[in-house]
């Protein structure tokens, strides 16, 4: 039986050893889907997802993953890739989604004032955001909105570090959609630090503007593989109510 989402959180472990029970593709396909569903910033969806099921290409990784045992007994592995360097193309498919979803006929005032909003959105904030040229127009529009910034609230990460920073996040949000996931169905996972991100890079044929957010094992996991009871700071130390 499936678990719920609070039984899935408590359930799932960063799991180092995995036994050698196989399991299923199909299965871990759905909670990559789930993962697809993480709310993204601009709805870009900046990220990709290879799921490795290939023998000598999860050997290969494993290697990269410096041969730990959280990529040595892993039976699949998930590489979350951030894409900051497709937003023009994410951009365009928003627009034409919206294009679609507004293309009817006698438009109430408010939907017409909702697609102009938008549209305007991916095809003139969004490129003011992302544009770059070798990090000189994020500090121009870097300082140009901190002097706005002292009138009015405004957006200030617009630096390429910022946007990076961005990518990531999302591409986060989607690797955690995709472990709670996996823990639902009983099936564990371990997001790992420890890589050399270039050559995965490299082994799965990234182009140079793709990052490496985590790599993910994924398996059943080994009692052995549980290092030890969960530790947690308490939570008041980190719980603010204001």
Known sequence: MEKTVTEAI??????????D?????????QCLYN????PTSSNLQLWEFYHITDTEILK??????????????????LVVVARKDLWRQRAKANIEFLGKVYNKPNLSERDLKRKKMATNYYKKL??????????ILGYLKYFTFQIVGLFRPIY?????????VVAHKSAGLAAENFMVSMAAIGYDTCPMEGSDTL?????????????INMVISCGIRNEKGIYGP?????????????
Do not use: H, W
Not at 21 to 29: C, G, H, R, S
Not at 35 to 38: I, K, Q
Not at 156 to 164: F, N, T
């Open 35 to 38: 993962a697809s569903l993480a």
């Open 60 to 77: 290969q990784l494993s290697k990269a993953c410096l041969d730990q045992n959280a990529a040595k007994t892993a039976k699949q592995l």
């Open 126 to 135: 969004i490129p003011t955001v992302y544009t770059d040229f070798l990090g």
């Open 230 to 242: 969960r530790f947690r700071v308490p939570f008041e130390e980190v719980y603010k109510r204001i």
């Open 199 to 211: 050559r995965v890079k490299r082994i799965l044929n990234l182009p140079r503007g793709a990052e």
């Open 21 to 29: 029970q196989e399991i299923d593709t199909e299965k871990v396909k």
């Open 10 to 19: 408590a359930y799932r472990r960063s799991t180092r050893i995995y036994t």
């Open 156 to 164: 200030r990460q617009v630096r390429a570090s910022d946007m990076r």
